[in-house]
């Protein structure tokens, strides 16, 4: 199963942020399962860092993120993708177009958010971590 991870799951990891914490970093995890491909963007990689140097400081923020870029892999924000966001009327925030519709280039079966509200125009499955993980892994 290919899934998108959002920048807010990874947030969620990086700064252990609780009580979503047990759940999203449990579907990290899945990275290292053969059943599961995730994939997150440069886009999300970079709005993560940013809010973990907040947290941690650059130095450990930037090892966090290496270490997810070699963990994840990662799709790139086409120029399709960036017209269909644009294009797409429902579409209000920009950053989840794009991501959006990097995800479904890619071939993603869901998106994984702790906003599922954002992807309110999305035609493929959105969930949260721990509703992920209740209807796919457990």
Known sequence: MKVFV??????SV??????VFTYSSRVLSLADSR????????????????????????KKA????????????????????????LE????NDLEDGFQYYSALEKGCDCIITEDQNDFYFSEISVLGSEAFLKNHVF
Do not use: H, W
Request: net charge positive.
């Open 6 to 11: 959002d920048a807010n799951v990874l947030i």
């Open 88 to 91: 797409n009327p429902r579409v």
């Open 35 to 58: 059943k599961f491909k995730l994939y997150t963007s440069p886009l999300c990689l970079a709005i993560s860092f940013y809010f973990s140097s907040k947290k941690s400081g650059e």
């Open 14 to 19: 990086l700064n252990k942020e609780y009580p």
């Open 62 to 85: 930037k090892e966090k993120i290496s270490f997810l870029a070699n963990k994840l892999s990662l799709i790139s924000i086409s120029t399709k993708a960036v017209q269909m966001a």
